[in-house]
């Protein structure tokens, strides 16, 4: 088992910045890639970013060059530093971790944290 907690949403203006921050309990933190994923509502829930042990990023393209994804496994701490932040960026916001890279299928990722919603103001 892998115990999740976010933290760090929060109402921001558009063009603010806000940092997520990941922390996981459990198995092996180093073993596991380490995805966020948003949901809006009424949209299905959609891939943001993940990163590997070694060091490999991934980023949806609509947040590639404003997100930024890193983890210091030290700490078993995975952080999402958000950027130049849209009105459409509001979301909650879903830590996940799998031993398998899951972008387009979320439904099979193994662990999840509660979300933390994250709002843009316009």
């Known amino acids: 088992q892998v115990q999740l907690v976010e933290s760090g949403g929060g109402l921001v203006q558009a063009g603010g910045s806000l940092r997520l921050s990941c922390a996981a309990s459990g198995r092996t933190f180093s073993n596991y890639y380490m995805m966020w994923f948003r949901q809006a509502p009424g949209k299905e829930r959609e891939f943001v970013a993940a990163c590997w042990s070694g060091g490999n990023t991934f980023y949806a393209d609509s947040v590639k060059g404003r997100f930024t994804i890193s983890r210091d496994n030290a700490k078993n701490t995975v952080y999402l530093q958000m950027n130049s932040l849209k009105p459409e960026d509001t979301a909650v916001y879903y830590c996940?971790?799998?031993?398998?890279?899951?972008?387009?299928?979320?439904?099979?990722?193994?662990?999840w944290g509660q979300g933390t919603q994250v709002t843009v103001s316009s």
């Open positions: 996940a971790a799998d031993l398998n890279l899951l972008r387009n299928s979320w439904r099979l990722v193994d662990y």
